[in-house]
């Protein structure tokens, strides 16, 4: 065998065993909510409703959240890792719960982790009054943060993108 044909099969070779690395890779990537990161924003948005309590508050702020989902998709488990205050999470894990089964699990585990953000913002009219502002420092000054004691596995956790939630105030 000469060596252009040589180069030719090991070439080739290399390519079949990047391809089949390629895919099995992709494979493993897939988004981990049933129909994809698009479809997981849309539900959350769609699926979480800003409470009056939030609206009285003028309240916005971030929420992280741990979850375990079974090989069913199930959730079995939700912890507020950290919040700006606990009146943003009932809306939250109402949502989480909603979504319970549209989960896909890695590998065939019997359970996973997931580690997903939700912010909340109140999306001000164009001009904002003075006792509007005032309610809206007064909620930031006055908010009280959770924060949970307990150290976040990264290793043994999938990250989901955040979600954002924009509110209006009704007239």
């Known amino acids: 065998m000469d060596t252009h044909q040589y ?9 079949l065993i990047s391809a089949t690395f390629c895919s099995y890779a992709q494979g493993q990537l897939a988004f981990p909510f049933q129909g994809g990161k698009d479809v997981m924003t849309r539900f959350f948005k769609d699926s979480l409703t800003v409470t009056p309590e939030i609206k009285a ?12 989902a079974d090989e069913n998709g199930a959730i079995k488990k939700i912890i507020i890792f950290y919040a ?8 939250i894990i109402e ?3 909603r979504s319970n089964g549209k ?3 890695p590998d065939r585990q019997k359970l996973h982790d997931f580690i997903i953000t939700f912010n909340i913002k109140l999306t001000p009219p164009a001009t904002a009054s003075a006792a509007l502002q005032k309610a809206v420092y007064n909620f930031n000054i006055n908010r009280k943060p959770v924060v949970t004691l307990d150290q976040v596995p990264l290793d043994e956790a ?3 993108p955040a979600v954002i939630v924009n509110y209006t105030l009704s007239k």
């Open 57 to 68: 508050l003028k309240a916005s702020g971030a929420a992280v959240f741990k979850f375990t």
């Open 95 to 97: 949502a989480l719960k």
């Open 7 to 15: 180069m030719k099969k090991l070439t080739l070779i290399i390519l």
């Open 158 to 160: 999938t990250l989901l």
């Open 84 to 91: 700006d205050d606990i009146q943003l999470t009932p809306p």
């Open 103 to 105: 989960w896909i699990i």
